[in-house]
């Protein structure tokens, strides 16, 4: 990498950047294989999420809930739409 690229790189912390877009859609993927896209009503500091209007999807079943609580403890990867 050159000198130039690497000043061009910023640090930026992952839960500020998950606070800003609450209210708006994202997918959750689990540690367990579940995926869950809903929309972002709450966060903590530990990650715990909340989210509305959720569709949970795991192999080939799928299933809808309104409000859903997600541990941060359980969480691989957060993809924000």
Do not use: C, W
Not at 21 to 34: C, D, F, P, S
């Amino acid at each position: 990498m050159s000198r130039e690229r690497e000043d061009n790189i910023t640090s930026v912390n992952p839960l500020s950047t998950i606070f800003k877009h609450l209210n708006k859609r994202v997918t959750i993927y689990l540690k367990g294989g579940e995926r869950y896209t809903g929309i972002l009503a709450k966060v903590d500091n530990y990650m715990n999420l909340v989210l509305e209007e959720t569709v949970e999807q795991k192999s080939d079943k799928t299933a809808k809930y309104g409000r859903v609580l997600i541990r941060g403890s359980n969480i691989l990867l957060v993809k924000l739409e």
